[in-house]
C-alpha cells in the first residue's frame, strides 16, 4: 500500500534563510510525487512533481525537490525563503502500479517564515 | 487558467439535515475527487469519479454519497449531516491524458454542522 509522511508538523526559518521540508513516502514501485501548498482559507495549489528522470526538480516560486530513491524522499527546498512563503505544504504520492489515478496526501507541514 | 469553483466557501447546517456541496470544473476534466481536510489529518479521500454516471468510493465514504449527472459538476451529498461532519471539504478535478496530471482544487466549502 502506498504512503506518504511529512515527519514535521511545524517547521520555522528565518527570512532569507535556506528552507527544507521534508516527505517520505512508501510505493510498490516508483513513485509518481507531488508538492502543493495551501495558503490561508484557499484550496491547494500545485507546486511541482516527479514522474522521472532527473531527480531535481524545479517549481513555482522558486521551490525545488530533490527526489532520492535510495531514502525513499522528495523533500521539498528553496535557497532563500520568503515571508510569502508561509503557508501549510503537503507531499503526496501516487503509485503506478495502481490503475486508479488516487494520490495520498500527507497530513502537511506549517511553514512559518520568520521576518 | 482550469477553474475549480465550489458552491459555497463557508456552510451553517444543523444535526439531521441533509446537506449539498457542489463542484465545477471548466476544463472538461474526465476525474473528480471530494477530500476532507482535517488539522493534524491532512487530506482524506472521499469519493472520485472518472465520468459521468461513475463513482469510486475513496478511503472515508461513510455517510456521504456523491453525484455526477454532467460532466463537469460532482456533487457530495451529507444524507443526515452530524457533527463529525464538521470540517474544510475540498473538490479537485485533472484530465485523464495518460500522462501524470497535477490535481486542480477549488477554493474549499468549511462546513460547520451543530
Known amino acids: 500500500a502506498q504512503s506518504v509522511a511529512q515527519p514535521e508538523d511545524q517547521v520555522n526559518v528565518a527570512e532569507g534563510n535556506p528552507l527544507t521540508v521534508k516527505c517520505t513516502y512508501s510505493?510498490?514501485?516508483?513513485?509518481?510525487l507531488f508538492w502543493y501548498v495551501q495558503y490561508p482559507n484557499r484550496g491547494l495549489q500545485f507546486l511541482l512533481k516527479?514522474?522521472?528522470?532527473?531527480?531535481l526538480v524545479k517549481g513555482s516560486y522558486g521551490f525545488e525537490a530533490e527526489f532520492n530513491k535510495s531514502q525513499t524522499s522528495f523533500h521539498l527546498k528553496k535557497p532563500s525563503a520568503l515571508v510569502s512563503d508561509s503557508a501549510l505544504y503537503f507531499c503526496?504520492?501516487?503509485?503506478?502500479?495502481?490503475?486508479?489515478?488516487?494520490?495520498?496526501f500527507g497530513k502537511g507541514t506549517r511553514l512559518h517564515i520568520l521576518p | 487558467d482550469v477553474k475549480v469553483t465550489q458552491s459555497s466557501r463557508y456552510l451553517v447546517k444543523r444535526t439531521g439535515e441533509k446537506v449539498f456541496l457542489e463542484c465545477v470544473q471548466d476544463m472538461d476534466h474526465e476525474n473528480m475527487f471530494w477530500y476532507r481536510q482535517d488539522p493534524g489529518l491532512g487530506l482524506r479521500l472521499i469519493y472520485f469519479s472518472y465520468d459521468v454516471k461513475m463513482k469510486e468510493k475513496g478511503d472515508i465514504p461513510e455517510g456521504y454519497s456523491v453525484s455526477r449527472e454532467k460532466k463537469e459538476r460532482f456533487s457530495l451529498i451529507l444524507e443526515s449531516a452530524s457533527t463529525n461532519q464538521t470540517s474544510m471539504y475540498l473538490c479537485?478535478?485533472?484530465?485523464?491524458?495518460?500522462?501524470?496530471?497535477?490535481?486542480?482544487f477549488g477554493p474549499g466549502t468549511r462546513l460547520t454542522v451543530l
Open positions: 479537485a478535478s485533472h484530465p485523464r491524458t495518460g500522462k501524470v496530471n497535477e490535481q486542480f
Open positions: 516527479y514522474i522521472t528522470g532527473d531527480n
Open positions: 510505493v510498490s514501485g516508483n513513485p509518481y
Open positions: 503526496a504520492v501516487r503509485d503506478p502500479m495502481n490503475r486508479d489515478d488516487k494520490i495520498i
